[in-house]
């Protein structure tokens, strides 16, 4: 008997079904995004118990496991009992002597054979250097009567030259007042649906994101990789909350995006390709 998690156990038995998450995804009509929290037992990426507990049933279900007993791990944080059968079978089979005689001759025949091609390589590639070796012995100068002359110039110039005091130039206005311009910030989102992905560019560390509602709006938050205490909060009443992120890359579960801004630095994210703004929805932001 093994002692499994809950993700443990959705995700075995998805892969001895042999269902991908695309397949997993249109079988149980849950986010591809949701159903990989669920298997990793990731529930701080999920909106809230009551969502993760409707999940966790209706993927059971669809998996042909027993939710309630599932759903019960879940509450009470135990480990889940499956029994994994063991596979004691073995194939053995007897060679006999002749046999091994012919596969010993077929090994050394094949490594004679692996050898040559190195050995060919090996052989051509000390001619080139030979080769290169005798071209620039023959090719060497027999006097040095040219080398000699050139030392007797260079006597001579430093003898009859006369001394250069190098004098600092004074930098011009024009000159010191150029600047190294600052890289621009950038944010691109891609995604469609539930889901965007916020690809930011030139972002100073440490990176700050800013939630904020308009007035009379309360949307909840999840957030991973970031110092959010409990790693969510519910926004009420216009009053914004900044948090710094402590990752290359963060995950956002949103229960809506209506009346909800979002901000990385002083750049707002566009949330208007997400199909409803009324449904829970993901945005993870990656840092280049």
Do not use: C, H
Request: charged share 25%; proline share 5%; no cysteine.
């Amino acid at each position: 008997m093994a002692q499994k998690t809950v993700g443990q156990v959705l995700r075995a038995k998805r892969a001895k079904l042999d269902m991908t998450l695309n397949e997993a995804e249109k079988l149980t009509e849950i986010q591809k995004t949701y159903i990989v929290a669920l298997e990793q037992d990731n529930y701080d990426a999920l909106p809230g118990d009551f969502y993760i507990k409707a999940y966790i049933k209706q993927y059971a279900e669809r998996l042909d496991l027993d939710a309630d007993k599932i759903i019960s791990a879940y509450e009470t944080g135990d480990l889940i009992e499956v029994r994994e059968p063991r596979d004691f079978s073995e194939n053995y089979r007897f060679v006999k002597p002749s046999e091994r005689l012919e596969e010993e001759r077929v090994t050394s025949t094949k490594k004679w054979q692996y050898y040559l091609p190195i050995t060919i390589l090996g052989s051509v590639a000390a001619l080139i250097v030979i080769s290169i070796a005798a071209v620039v012995f023959l090719n060497k100068p027999q006097d040095n009567n040219i080398a000699d002359s050139l030392y007797r110039f260079s006597v001579a110039s430093k003898s009859s030259s006369t001394s250069v005091v190098p004098v600092e130039e004074t930098p011009t206005p024009e000159s010191s007042s150029k600047a190294v311009a600052a890289p621009q910030a950038e944010v691109k989102v891609d995604g469609a649906g539930q889901s965007l992905v916020a690809t930011t560019k030139n972002i100073i560390s440490p990176v700050k994101v800013s939630l904020s509602v308009t007035a009379g709006t309360s949307v909840w938050v999840g957030m991973t990789n970031s110092d959010l205490p409990e790693g969510q909060v519910t926004l009420r009443d216009a009053t914004p909350v900044t948090t710094t992120l402590t990752g290359n890359e963060t995950v956002l579960t949103l229960g809506r995006t209506r009346g909800l801004t979002v901000k990385i630095g002083d750049t707002p994210i566009d949330l208007s390709a997400m199909a409803s703004a009324d449904s829970p929805s993901t945005l993870t932001i990656k840092i280049e």
